[in-house]
């Protein structure tokens, strides 16, 4: 009796362990699975790592870029192999050290969107750009890419070889009207993401983007013009950089350059209906807050230089779309007054 009872008792002994395992897993989970054999030293490590990679995933969110450490690195590593195998991420790093060594003085123009220099220890270029009415330039990219311009009939065959008839001959209206992806956002959202930058968030419409560009304006360009007052930036180019910009109004200004000009107007283009400038206004009304803001600092500039040219208000304003809307009658009989709308409307095309 007593080996009997002396050999179960490991057995109790063992089912109660095994009672009490079970009891610790279903009150913890699954910690006592990980091996908690780490010293502190480790954890420390493990901290460490973690709030470093935090910290630079929050400085690449909020500064478009990534952090000077990393920076400093890749330029320390210079022309690696591994680095151009794995495609890495700083942006157009390699085009903005280009720049920095091309001897001045020289001019660099390219549709880029908006480098922070000084976040790769170059020194910062000067800034400047011109814009135009946001829809005037839709209207313009718009048919130009169907059609091209007076330069040579086939023109708009060889810059959109792939494109389908469909597409070609698209009716301008249906496309806003029926919100098609050329015609409604992110599409044209187009003019504020040259100036916001690299970040990704700058191709979304929205305030963020908008007060960045806005910021970099501000703090980043010497001048930012309109197309519209096209002489004016002439004139003040010609102050602010004369190496650069002397004469520049007289070769604008004379024959040759006039027949050229002639050369550049878009073929086919012609204004949406009423409606659908109202539509497309509505879409656009980031890019007219921008827009409406360079011409206030860009009409600033002239009076702190003393320019005295007169500034003219915008051709249409929202008010004058509603109005003009309101008072087109329902369905629309009279012709005579048809007329007459549409040839007020034909403003919006601003003819290079």
Not at 46 to 72: E, H, K, M, N, W
Not at 180 to 205: A, D, K
Request: aromatic share 12%.
């Amino acid at each position: 009796m007593m080996k009997n009872f002396s050999s179960s008792s490991p057995k109790c002994n063992n089912h109660t362990f095994n009672h009490q395992r079970q009891q610790i897993n279903r009150n913890h989970g699954l910690l006592p699975l990980i091996p908690l054999r780490c010293t502190l030293r480790g954890y420390a490590m493990c901290l460490a790592t973690l709030v470093f990679f935090c910290l630079a995933s929050l400085s690449y969110q909020l500064y478009g870029g990534p952090p000077r450490i990393l920076v400093d690195i890749r330029q320390y590593l210079g022309q690696s192999t591994y680095l151009e195998e794995h495609k890495s991420p700083l942006p157009r790093i390699d085009l903005m050290r280009n720049i920095s060594n091309i001897p001045p003085p020289f001019l660099y123009e390219r549709h880029v969107h908006f480098l922070n220099f000084s976040r790769v220890r170059l020194e910062e270029p000067v800034y400047i750009n011109i814009i135009r009415d946001p829809i005037s330039r839709f209207l313009s990219n718009y048919f130009f890419r169907r059609f091209g311009d007076w330069k040579g009939e086939q023109n708009h065959f060889v810059r959109t070889p792939g494109m389908k008839d469909d597409e070609r001959y698209l009716d301008i209206n249906v496309c806003i009207l029926e919100n098609y992806p050329e015609c409604s956002n992110p599409r044209v959202f187009y003019i504020i993401p040259y100036f916001c930058g690299q970040h990704p968030q700058c191709r979304e419409p929205g305030v963020w983007a908008l007060e960045r560009a806005k910021q970099h304006v501000m703090e980043n360009y010497l001048l930012v013009g309109i197309l519209e007052e096209l002489e004016d930036v002439f004139l003040i180019l010609e102050r602010l950089l004369p190496h650069y910009f002397t004469g520049v109004l007289s070769i604008y200004k004379s024959n040759d350059f006039k027949k050229m000009g002639n050369m550049t107007g878009t073929v086919r283009k012609h204004t949406p209906t009423l409606e659908a400038l109202q539509v497309l206004y509505n879409r656009m009304h980031f890019e007219y807050e921008f827009y409406n803001f360079v011409r206030d600092q860009f009409h600033l500039l002239k009076k702190k230089i003393g320019l005295k040219s007169v500034s003219q208000p915008p051709a249409y304003s929202p008010a004058f779309l509603r109005e003009l809307a309101v008072r087109t009658p329902e369905p629309l009989d009279d012709d005579e007054e048809l007329d007459t709308d549409l040839e007020d409307a034909k403003s919006w095309l601003v003819h290079p």
